[in-house]
């Protein structure tokens, strides 16, 4: 009786795992959403970042814009330009990867750090560099994430005109 009663145990949490039923999990497929840039100019730091406050689990795509951008060395501060920073976080266990994509002209850059920075000196763990009309740069995650974990990405521009951007953060297991 006793051995009986414990497999029944054991086969029920089995039994309810596999069944695609209506009540969520893995049968509703990822989720793709958009987020929208929207607290320009506050998402200039870093350690600020515009969180992504979205639903999404195989993607998300960030839509921003970006400024008129140069470089003039007879000034105190020469740059001239925007940054924008978003804070994504991790929706489950697995491996991220981003794209970030446009069709200005301009040069972007794309930076990101594996947890948010804090403190007086900050520098990212990855700087990608683009090409004047590159228009795409990529990234993969060589290490896994926990489902909660942060992470910013930065979009900043070098030089060339204003226009829009496009940053796609997706996940896999
Ligand atoms: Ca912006
Ligand atoms: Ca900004």
Redesign the pocket.
Known sequence: MHLRASLAVLLLPLAVACGPGPGGGPADGPIHSIWE?DS?PDNNSAADGEPVSVDWTGSVTIE???SDCGYDPDENWPWTG?E?NYLVEVPADGYLDAVLTWDTGADLDMLIYFEPPSGFTISPDEQLASADDDGEISYLFDEAHDEGDEVVFGVLCASGPNGDYSLRIGWED
């Open positions: 840039e320009d921003g814009s970006m925007d924008d």
